[in-house]
């Protein structure tokens, strides 16, 4: 399988995706000219499902930038999020209108297929469902026709389920939950299973924990690691090293071999990282492998083993 067969259906949407997403995030604070050869080397890596964000950075300038030059023949699909403003508290229905045509205009389309609720943290889950708020205003925009689906992307596990259990939602975004040493995001997963919900695991690496061979263990989750962690990644790199394999394959291979994970989201400004990606992918992990690496997951948080 290539990464860019669409042989995902993303739960009852009728959308298809690759299991293999670019995530835009990082590109949104790079020089045009890199974040150009970024995304120029994803489509000719085959990773042709895009997620981006009205608020990181400059990404969605970017990506419309990059599917200008790509022409009408592209198969490019964009998935992006609605924010508030740069620093701003208004997470409002108005807000959210606001963000949606921001995006349109951002990426030149005139229909988005779908639109994330992003980081709904930031407010309360009440002011998130009240009448005027964000999740009424994105109901009416998929009712208009101007997004086809709604989603929700965020780190709290519980409070996603929360959103899950509106019924409002046709998919999730999960970040630095479910990974080789962490997870906290499984019930989520198997709540969306039960429902039908289409399902996107961010950030396998951790934010690069999970993504070197050797040196220094790193950040993890966009910080120092505990003690447990450090130690897991370090018995993690010795088992992928006796695999054969590199880490990076084996975290990648964790998310995408999971039956309640349908996309895997994988970001980088470097065009030769994006392309070593694409092959990671693409990589067998021996099956005896995942016995060894359930054994050094910290039990603090390991959740339902891999299957």
Request: proline fraction near 7%; charged fraction near 20%; include cysteine.
């Amino acid at each position: 399988m290539t990464a860019s067969s669409r042989s995902i259906r993303l739960g009852a949407t009728g959308l298809t995706s690759a299991p293999l997403a670019l995530g835009t995030s990082a590109i949104g604070g790079r020089e045009p000219a890199q974040a150009r050869a970024a995304l120029l080397a994803a489509a000719e890596a085959g990773i042709h499902d895009w997620d981006s964000s009205n608020n990181y950075g400059r990404s969605e300038e970017y990506v419309g930038a990059a599917l200008a030059e790509l022409g009408p023949g592209s198969d490019i699909q964009v998935f992006t999020k609605v924010d508030p403003l740069p620093g701003s508290a208004d997470f409002s229905g108005t807000r959210v209108r606001a963000s949606v045509e921001e995006s349109l205009t951002r990426l030149g389309r005139d229909h988005l297929p779908l639109v994330h609720l992003h980081d709904p943290e930031r407010i309360s889950f009440a002011d998130a469902m009240a009448p005027g708020g964000p999740v009424e205003a994105l109901v009416a925009l998929r009712d208009e026709g101007v997004i086809g689906h709604l989603g929700v992307a965020g780190g709290p596990v519980s409070l996603l389920e929360r959103f899950v259990r509106t019924g409002a939602f046709e998919a999730v975004v999960t970040h630095n939950r479910f990974t080789l040493v962490d997870r906290s995001a499984a019930t989520l997963l198997d709540l969306c299973a039960e429902r039908g919900l289409a399902t996107f695991n961010a950030a396998p690496f951790g934010s690069g924990a999970l993504a070197r061979d050797d040196g220094p263990v790193g950040t993890y989750q966009y910080r120092e690691p505990d003690p447990a962690v450090a130690d897991a990644v370090l018995a993690l790199r010795r088992i992928a090293r006796e695999a054969g394999v590199p880490i990076a394959a084996l975290a990648l291979a964790f998310s995408l071999a999971d039956p309640r994970v349908d996309v895997t989201i994988v970001g980088s400004t470097d065009p030769g990282r994006i392309a070593e990606i694409a092959r990671l992918a693409r990589v067998t992990v021996p099956a005896g492998v995942w016995d060894e690496v359930e054994a050094v997951v910290p039990t603090t948080q390991i959740g339902p083993q891999h299957r």
